[in-house]
């Protein structure tokens, strides 16, 4: 008789960003100083609750030596199928963030964002090594290769890594935003290795169901995180029967009774990038037909929204999910809510531990006990959804009205 395993539903937020190395040497330029490799392990366990994440810059070698030193403090261990365990409560999965270069839309040259997966430091090192023949500067964070997505597959296969397409439909670095209308024209037959993509904070699952050829990928909601505060702000709940690489990639595969649960996301309206934008006059296009000029100063000078993007793109005329799609909950971070600053949350973090915990284990009126009746309203309805939310876009986040 086959032996049966408990499952257990755990918290991922699989694209994290490190600013700098632990003696200071820039990663990711646009990321916070803060965001080093232990302190993001440490935020995740003590702070967020979050059991797995995933660091997307671990393919440069300064960050390889900090992952090198992190293991020698006895605090972490590598597991045999894959990951880094922190004091037995998060499973860091290594991770790369890599630009292709594509032939984009009307011909002209395009590029986009993948994020890449391994099992363990020894293959992530031998990517980085190879990785770094096709790049300028092998130490620096998602800089641009003169690799295609089609190659970028075969290669991250040899080191045992899978690719996940990154904020697929943003109008900057992403396959839909600039680069092709259907992502097996950029993959061809090895479209069938992607079986999962990053949605991006503009967009959800409702948005994305609209182009067929996503009907059989699973949908990630990551954080896409520059900042400590930002961990977790997207994230997936998933059914595992223990955190490593390998459960992970079961879940994504949806294999073995592993599965996503559910996607934890912003409306899409607060992503900086959800309407198109006029850089003209700096005021978001919100017409029922996607336009390319805007209809208020006449200017084409105009960043693409998301919404627009896939309204010109999608080939269903009605949004139909297949039927083992998880569900999208539209959940606004605790940073986003209105009356909900530094201090309240640290003020919650005293008491309830993580943000996890305050966000699906207590009641409103735990919380209450702590922040008050008005502060604690605002949390209750943010977390229900029950809030207006104006449309951001340009590269502005929309903003977020409680009702």
Known sequence: MEEQYKMYEIFADLHVHIGRSENGKPIKITAARSLNFANIAKECADR??????????????YVIEDIENFLKT???????????????????????????????????????????????????????????????????????????GYDLVEMVERYNG??????????????????????EN??????????????????????????????????????D??????????????????????????????????????????????????????????KTIETKEPVETCPMCGSKNVTFGVFDRIELIK?????????????YIYQIPLGFIPGVGGKTIQKLLDNFETEMNILHKLTKDDIEMVVGEK???????????????HAGGGGNYGKVTVK
């Open 315 to 327: 080939d269903k005329q009605q949004t139909k999910s297949p039927e083992n799609r998880p569900p």
């Open 375 to 389: 502060v604690a309203n605002n949390i209750e309805n943010a977390i229900r959804g029950n809030c207006e939310v």
């Open 48 to 61: 967020k609750g979050i059991n797995v994440v995933g660091i997307i810059d671990c393919a440069s070698p």
């Open 186 to 223: 950029v993959f061809k037959e090895r479209f069938d290795k992607i079986f999962a993509v990053e949605l991006g904070l503009s967009s959800d699952t409702f948005l994305a169901d609209e182009i067929s050829e996503l009907e059989t990928r699973s949908f990630l909601t990551n954080s």
């Open 162 to 183: 899978i690719l996940v397409p990154a904020h697929i439909f943003t109008p900057h670095k992403s396959y839909y935003g600039n680069c092709t209308d259907r992502l």
């Open 74 to 148: 006895g605090e972490a261990y590598e597991l045999e199928d894959g990951g880094i365990i922190y004091k037995d409560k998060v499973c860091i999965i290594l991770g790369s963030e890599v630009e292709t270069s594509e032939k984009g839309r009307n011909g002209k040259s395009g590029s986009a964002h993948n994020v890449c997966y391994f099992p363990h430091l020894s293959d992530i090192k031998g990517f980085s090594n190879e990785l770094s023949h096709h790049l300028k500067n092998i130490t620096l964070s998602t800089q641009r290769t003169d690799l295609s």
């Open 225 to 282: 995180a520059h900042s400590l505060p930002k961990i977790a702000r997207e994230y997936n709940k998933m059914l595992v029967e223990d955190i490593s690489f390998k459960e992970i990639v079961k879940a994504m595969k949806n294999e073995e009774g592993r599965k996503i649960l559910a996607n934890y996301g912003l409306d899409p309206k607060l992503g900086k990038y959800h309407r198109t934008y006029c850089d003209d006059c700096n």
